[in-house]
C-alpha cells in the first residue's frame, strides 16, 4: 500500500505536534460565553415532504455576530409512536468544505427511528447560512486544532479514517483519536482517500439507531 502519512502502527500512538496554546481553555470558554448571551430567536419553517412519520422543516437561528444560520430539521411526526411526542435522541449532521446540508430524502431514515435529525448548513460554504465575514482578532490554528479538545470528548465515539487521505492526512485525524479517553473504536480504510468510504453510513446508522 502507497503511504501519504505515516506507517499505521506509527499512527496507532501519535498524539500530534502542534503545542497547546496556553490559553486554549480560555479562548473556548470566551466563544462559549459569547454564544450563551445570543438570542437565538429560532424559526422553525414546515416543509412539505411525502413522509407520514416525519415532519420536515427549514431551521433558522441567530449565531453569534448576528449570522442567520439555516439547518434542515427533521422529527418523528407526532402519530410515528412513543418518541415524538416527548424528548427522543437526536443526530447533528455537519457536511464538508464547500457542501452544504443536502437532500431531505436521506433525513427520513433517522425519524422512522424515533430520531431527530439538524443538518446545518455551514457559514461560508454551498447552503443558506448567512456568512457575514470580517474575523476580529488573531485565531493561531493552535486553538481550533481538533487533538486539544479531544480529552474532553465523553460519549461513545466511532471514527472512519481513508489512509490515503491527502487532505486531511491520517496523521490529523489519529492525532484526536488518540487523545480521547471516551469508549471509541476505529474503522480503517486502507486504500481509500479523501471521499466517501463505503459502508460507513451504515455503521453510524446501526451504532445510533441501537437501544
Known amino acids: 500500500m502507497p503511504l501519504v502519512d505515516m506507517p499505521l502502527e506509527q499512527l496507532k500512538s501519535y498524539e500530534g505536534r502542534n503545542p497547546r496554546p496556553e490559553d486554549h481553555d480560555a479562548y473556548w470558554a470566551r466563544a462559549l ?13 414546515p416543509h412539505a415532504m411525502n413522509a407520514p412519520y416525519a415532519e420536515c422543516f427549514d431551521l433558522y ?11 434542515k430539521y427533521v422529527q418523528p411526526a407526532a402519530s410515528a409512536g412513543k418518541h415524538a411526542a416527548g424528548k427522543h435522541p437526536a443526530v447533528l449532521l455537519f457536511h464538508g468544505y464547500t457542501m452544504s446540508s443536502g437532500d431531505w430524502s436521506d ?10 435529525v439538524a443538518a446545518l448548513d455551514c457559514r461560508g460554504q454551498g447552503g443558506l447560512s448567512e456568512d457575514i465575514g470580517g474575523v476580529k482578532g488573531t485565531t493561531h490554528r493552535g486553538h481550533v486544532d481538533v487533538q486539544h479538545p479531544a480529552p474532553r470528548v465523553r460519549a461513545r465515539t466511532l471514527m472512519a479514517v481513508g489512509l490515503m487521505d491527502e487532505i486531511c492526512p491520517p496523521s490529523t485525524q489519529f492525532a484526536a483519536y488518540n487523545r480521547m479517553t471516551c469508549p471509541k473504536s476505529l ?25
Not at 437561528?61 to 439547518?71: E, K, N, Q
Not at 474503522?187 to 439507531?209: K, Q, R, S
Open 33 to 45: 460565553a459569547e454564544m450563551a448571551v445570543v438570542d437565538s430567536d429560532v424559526q422553525l419553517v
Open 61 to 71: 437561528f441567530t449565531g453569534v455576530r448576528g449570522a442567520r444560520i439555516h439547518a
Open 107 to 116: 433525513k427520513l431514515k433517522w425519524a422512522a427511528r424515533g430520531i431527530s
Open 187 to 211: 474503522v480503517i480504510y486502507p486504500d481509500f482517500a479523501h471521499e466517501n468510504l463505503p459502508g460507513v453510513d451504515e455503521i453510524v446508522y446501526e451504532l445510533l439507531a441501537a437501544p
